[in-house]
């Protein structure tokens, strides 16, 4: 008799086996008569309630703010937040940013202070292509003086 031990699978990790989606809450701050809110009302109108349908670990909020442009904001489980503008996008372009809301970490991107890492460093100064070139001399004033038309 076949065991059915091969059937399950290990406690999950996110993305692996259960996904944990960072987004916590969504909000959606429109203009009811502003043009520049007209792609997120068309937006709210016909896929907000799909979106909340098929993504319920995410509260959505549907705010209206007169005479402002319209934005997005992500809250984050790590307690960041992100805005999103979207001044004068159609329904589809709000479609997308709502979809990379809802995938992103919302971890703040890690700048980089050098381009390179060693881990002895040197007292001579960095390699560079040009190193052991000869460098372009400029031409002497007495030679400009010369070429004089």
Known sequence: M???ASHFVGAGKNGLARYVR?????????????GSSRGLR??????????????????VYVRERRRRHPRLI???LNGNSRV??????TSSEVAKHVKTLTNMS?????????????????IQGNWTPF???KHLQKP?????????F
């Open 140 to 148: 002497s004033l007495q030679s400009r003086k010369t070429n004089n």
């Open 42 to 59: 068309e937006y709210i109108d016909g896929e907000i309630t799909r979106f909340a349908r098929n993504t319920p670990q995410v509260a």
């Open 84 to 89: 999103v503008s979207v001044k004068n996008f």
């Open 106 to 122: 919302g971890a703040k991107p890690a700048k980089l202070n050098k381009r390179w890492h060693t881990d002895n460093p040197t």
């Open 2 to 4: 076949a065991s059915n």
């Open 22 to 34: 960072q987004l916590k809450r969504l909000t959606l701050q429109f203009c009811s008569q502003g």
């Open 74 to 76: 992500g809250e984050f």
């Open 131 to 133: 190193m052991h070139k």
